[in-house]
């Protein structure tokens, strides 16, 4: 098989793994796998707290987080603050009501680490971390690249 192809493969089920690994967790809180999403991206990534970062970072749909975003608000796990310097722009915050769920989204992620990591020394995951970082920056060199041509 070609490297591209395996390559291509093995991201979807590495994705597949996480979806079914967020499964539970989705069914244990009444949430959507967009919300979960949201919630896990927040409590992983301070600092970058906006419906806009989400979309950006995560490649997921406006609307999609959009519609997570306001379900999250109205079940009382997430809240919105107008930045004082600029006015458009929104911040998310986790709210106490949420920390349940990032608890459990913390021991999922060790879990699916645990995984899919199972016989690699930790050199060889420095590795891969190392590999990866790179992967990510010419992929996100690419696209950029292909987006202005």
């Known amino acids: 098989m ?8 093995n ?6 793994l996480h ?3 967020l499964r539970d967790i989705c069914s244990r809180y009444h949430l959507t796998m967009m919300e979960a999403t949201i919630i896990g991206f927040l409590k992983n990534n301070p600092g970058l707290d906006t419906a806009a970062d989400i979309v950006e970072l995560r490649m997921l749909s406006k609307g999609h987080v959009s519609q997570a975003v306001e379900s ?4 009382s796990l997430l809240s919105r603050t107008v930045d004082p310097e600029d006015r458009r722009r929104i911040h998310l915050s986790l709210l106490p009501e949420s920390n349940p769920v990032t608890e459990s989204l913390e021991q999922i992620q060790n879990v699916f680490l645990e995984e899919l990591f199972d ?9 891969f971390g190392d590999f990866n970082r790179r992967i990510m920056e010419n992929s996100k060199k690419s696209l950029e690249k292909r987006r202005h041509s």
Do not use: V
């Open 72 to 75: 999250l608000i109205q079940k």
């Open 119 to 127: 016989g690699f020394t930790p050199a060889e995951r420095r590795q």
């Open 11 to 16: 991201l979807r089920h590495i994705t597949k």
């Open 2 to 9: 070609a490297q591209a192809t395996e390559f291509l493969i």
């Open 19 to 21: 979806e079914l690994c």
